[in-house]
């Protein structure tokens, strides 16, 4: 053991380097570049009851220091991800984290209860894309009641560690995890793209159909980190970092800030090695710093 094993409510990781939803696939497609192996969790793309087709062309937009993105939830839909993109991950010696996302409660409970007799390790519920218009008021991530009752179903109906994903487009984003955590969440993934946009110059209209699109990548670190934190401050079950992470010294920064586990995004278009090079370069630091394990690190800032 290198003391990189950490523990995700009752969810157990050789190591806390996820890929985070949307960025990596199913798996499949980066099978030839990286050893998935290696890796403490794949979280897969989110899935929904039908197939999606997604948003139109353009969907990605290059911006200074980040990338806005504005893909709309493209999938295969649950029945194409049981029998087809499930089974292959299955073979890897990793966990695997299914992501999920509806357009109202019951298509959550539908997708929860269908998943529960399948093989993986927990369910990751995305209330919080910002480019799917879940209801009138807007996401469900940036309404508290709403929010606790997708959750505590899907604790009810799935048997499997719920880790609830937020959105940071929410005013106090600490009382929609206190309202995840009171559901039975056993996690916070913290967090989704924030909103942003870009205009066409030339055509002087905006780049995206739908106006607004998600900003990720290096330019949003700073803000997810402060969320990682407000988040931690807020609840007792574990959180998951993720924003801008591209090597280990941001892997670094969101554990000592709080987060038991962080995930790469933008990083996987970048470089598809960055996950294992922030886990070797963990163990390093652990070397390096004489730690016997990670967890000694998670929290650890001072004031």
Known sequence: MDGLSVKIGSLILKNPVMVASGTFGYGEEYAQLIDLNELG?????????????GNPQPRLWETQGGLLNSIGLQ???????IDEKLPYLQKYDTRVIV???????????QLAQALKKETFDALEVNISCPNVQHTKKGLFAQDKDLSYEIIRKAVRFSHKPVIA???????DISIIAKACEKAGAEAIAVVNTFNAMAVDLKTKKPVFKNIVAGLCGPAIKPQALYKVYEVKKAVKIPVIGMGGIMNLNDALEFII????AIA??????VDPKIPLNIINGLRHYLKDNKLAQVKHLIGSMTN
């Open 264 to 269: 790469v995004g933008v990083g996987n278009f």
């Open 75 to 81: 999938n295969v839909g649950l029945a194409t991800f």
């Open 257 to 260: 800030t709080g987060a038991s």
């Open 99 to 109: 992501s999920i996302a509806g357009e109202s409660v019951s298509e959550y409970c």
């Open 165 to 171: 994903k937020l959105t940071p487009n929410i005013t």
């Open 41 to 53: 969790a794949i979280i897969t793309k989110s899935i929904t009851v039908k197939p999606r087709l």
